[in-house]
């Protein structure tokens, strides 16, 4: 079984321009969450879905936001990108919100 | 203020040592946590979870301890080998939380030969 994908691996991106990173959660879990990894330090939390809807959201400002598809999937959106943007951001995934949970092998964004 | 700390940032071991790193938080109420290990530029990769009722969980080579009253938990690697070589997060989920996760900053563990 496929384990979280996330997409794309890599980017680049400009201070002020916006992005948007996906997830596809294991087969089956219904619940999806983001994290933002910076260097040295454990992963932040930001959101969590659980079927479609938002369960959770972290200390985070109102320039991130994700959203669930019905399919599960989740896309997270970040507008107005600045230099202290750039981290690793993790998707995970969980049969539910209070069950193990799982992560992809991030997307790394590169703010310039 | 509510921490979570990992007392180490590196532990430098000799192969077939026992690892023991150690998680630490204050002001929290942990319904349960989890240890994952973490590779450079990879994602995290679950290795145990223990729930607040119980004081010990054993996989293989790791085992992990859940004090509650001294607000700690340990992780230990026996028979330690170089491929252990990464940084394990520990991660609290809170009581009457979402089920999210929160992170201490990890201990980088390096096995020699």
């Known amino acids: 079984d496929a384990g979280v994908t996330q997409s794309p691996t890599h980017l680049i991106k400009t201070r002020g321009q916006q992005v948007t990173l996906r997830c596809s959660p294991i087969?089956?879990?219904?619940?999806v969450s983001w994290y933002q990894q910076v260097l040295g330090q454990g992963p932040q939390f930001i959101f969590q879905?659980?079927?479609?809807?938002?369960?959770g959201r972290g200390n985070f400002p109102d320039r991130f936001s994700a959203r669930q598809f019905p399919n599960y999937s989740s896309e997270l959106n970040v507008n107005a990108l600045l230099l202290g943007d750039s981290a690793l951001y993790l998707c995970?995934?969980?049969?539910?919100?209070?069950?193990?949970?799982?992560f992809g092998e991030g997307s790394w964004l590169t703010v310039v | 203020s509510q921490k979570i700390e990992q007392n180490s940032e590196a532990l430098n071991i000799q192969e077939g040592k026992t690892a023991t790193l150690t998680c630490n938080y204050t002001?929290?109420?942990?319904?349960?946590l989890q240890w994952y290990r973490q590779d450079p530029g990879r994602g995290p990769v679950f290795l145990l979870l223990?729930?607040?009722?119980?004081k010990e969980k054993r996989k293989e080579r790791l085992k992990v301890t859940f004090d509650t009253t001294l607000k700690q938990s340990l992780f230990h690697i026996t028979a330690s080998q170089p491929a252990d070589s990464a940084t394990y997060l520990c991660?609290?989920?809170?009581?009457?939380?979402?089920?999210?996760?929160?992170f201490g900053k990890g201990t980088k563990l390096s096995v020699k030969p």
């Open positions: 995970a995934s969980s049969l539910d919100p209070w069950n193990t949970i799982y």
């Open positions: 087969s089956g879990h219904k619940s």
């Open positions: 879905y659980y079927e479609k809807e938002e369960r």
């Open positions: 002001n929290y109420s942990p319904a349960y």
């Open positions: 223990i729930r607040e009722n119980e």
């Open positions: 991660a609290l989920v809170l009581k009457g939380s979402q089920g999210n996760l929160i």
